[in-house]
Each structure stands twice: as C-alpha cells, then as structure tokens.
C-alpha cells in the first residue's frame, strides 16, 4: 500500500512539474492538494508522512470520522464540498483553515457570524459555476464580482481566490474553457481592487485534466483518484451533493 501511494504521488508531482514547464510557470508554484474523499486514515497518513501537508474533504462526515486519526501529523485542512448552514459549526470544530466552496451570502453570512463568536477568521475561495451544469453548485460567473463584494464586507473571511470543479469531458476544449473563464474572471475581479480581497488561489483541476488548469493558471490541483486509486463510489455523488 504505501509503496503504491509513494509511486503515484510522485508521478502526478511529474505530471505536475512537466505541466508547469510547459505553460512556462514555476512548480513551486502550484500546490498538490490531496483530494481524501472515501480514502481511510491509515492511507492518508502515508502521504502526509512523506511529506505532502495539504488535504481536502467533501463531507463534513468523513471530516468528523477521521479527525483524530489524524490529528498528530502536522497537516493542512481544506473543505471543497458542499456546506450546508446547519453544518457550520461542525465545520469549525475540526481545524479546516480554508473553506474552497463558498458560493453564496447567507453561508458566508452564517459563517461569519460563527466566526465573530469564537473571535476567529477563515480563509475562503469563492466557488464559481464555469460549466453552467445544474447538477454543479457555484455562483454564476456573471453574479461573481457581486458576491465578492459582499462577502468582503465580513471581516472574519478572507478572500484568497476562486474554485471551480470544471466539465467532466473526454472533450479537452470544453474543460480548458471552464478554466480560462475562472483564471479571466478572477483577471477582472483583481482589476476592481476590492478592499481585503486577494486573487491570487485558482483552485481547478483534478486527476484527468490538471495539465490543462495548470496551463490556464491554476495555483492548486486536487488530486485523488490517481494517488489513492479508483472510489467505491463516483465523484458525481460527491460533486452533485446536497448535503455536506
């Protein structure tokens, strides 16, 4: 198992490095986010032993059922799922240093009101829409820019940058569209200079398309599938959730 795991890291951090000369870009400026959904502690823990630091849930659940697991390996904790309001405060209770999927007022609302009370902040992305899929969550790339003024307004959330999960397509110029569309959205946002707001995360790109984000720009790729191997279930039912 871990010889395995070892193996395959190292061949996306090829992939990775390979991609990243080739769009002209610095490796070092790209990081490996290990996508853990479904994959047990014991299998994580390889990585983080090795080195690797930056992990990611989609459900609060499996958050909760592998904290402690975990918790004595220094590591970073992403969320990049779905997140309903009720699930807040168990989001908070578990170390996630940034939230990926923030894709509209009331949570990020809610959110900061939980924050205000524990005299805390949050680094926040906010999730975009690219592919115009309903089965998607993520603001409309039109409704983008007003969002990001609004939640800028709350001080508890920092604004790094912009997600999206992009076009599941075997058709590789759809999928580059979604991500030249996130990387010319979050342009134009950095262009409006909003007060507190960064833009320089772009959080795209999993196992089977990340040499085309990363050729579009993006500064994290989410990596599970081709590190821990294939899931019992497919990631349509992590990515069209309705509840975290």
Request: net charge neutral.
């Amino acid at each position: 198992m871990k010889e395995d795991i070892l193996h395959q890291i190292t061949l996306i951090e090829k992939r990775i490095a390979d991609a990243c000369v080739a769009a002209g870009r610095n490796p070092q400026d790209v990081r490996l986010l290990l996508a853990t959904k479904t994959v047990p502690p014991e299998r994580i823990r390889v990585a983080l032993e090795a080195g690797r630091t930056l992990i990611a849930e989609n459900k609060i659940q499996e958050l909760k059922e592998k904290f402690a697991a975990l918790e004595d390996i220094p590591h970073e904790n992403h969320f990049i799922g779905h997140l309903q309001t009720n699930k807040i405060k168990d989001l908070l209770k578990y170390n996630v240093s940034c939230l990926q999927s923030l894709d509209r007022l009331d949570l990020a609302e809610k959110l900061h009101q939980r924050l205000q009370s524990d005299n805390r902040t949050m680094d926040v992305l906010i999730q975009v829409n690219t592919s115009g899929e309903a089965s998607k969550f993520g603001v409309e790339p039109a409704l983008a820019l007003d969002l990001v003024r609004s939640v800028a307004q709350l001080k508890t959330l920092r604004i790094k940058g912009l997600m999206t999960i992009g076009l599941l397509s075997a058709e590789a110029g759809k999928v580059q569209a979604c991500f030249r569309l996130l990387r010319n959205l979050r342009n134009s946002i950095r262009a409006q200079g909003v007060d507190g707001v960064e833009m320089n995360e772009l959080s795209m790109g999993m196992s089977g398309d990340l040499e085309t984000a990363i050729a579009e720009g993006a500064t994290i790729v989410r990596v599970g599938t081709a590190i821990f191997g294939q899931r019992p279930t497919p990631d349509s039912f992590y990515w069209n959730e309705n509840t975290a």
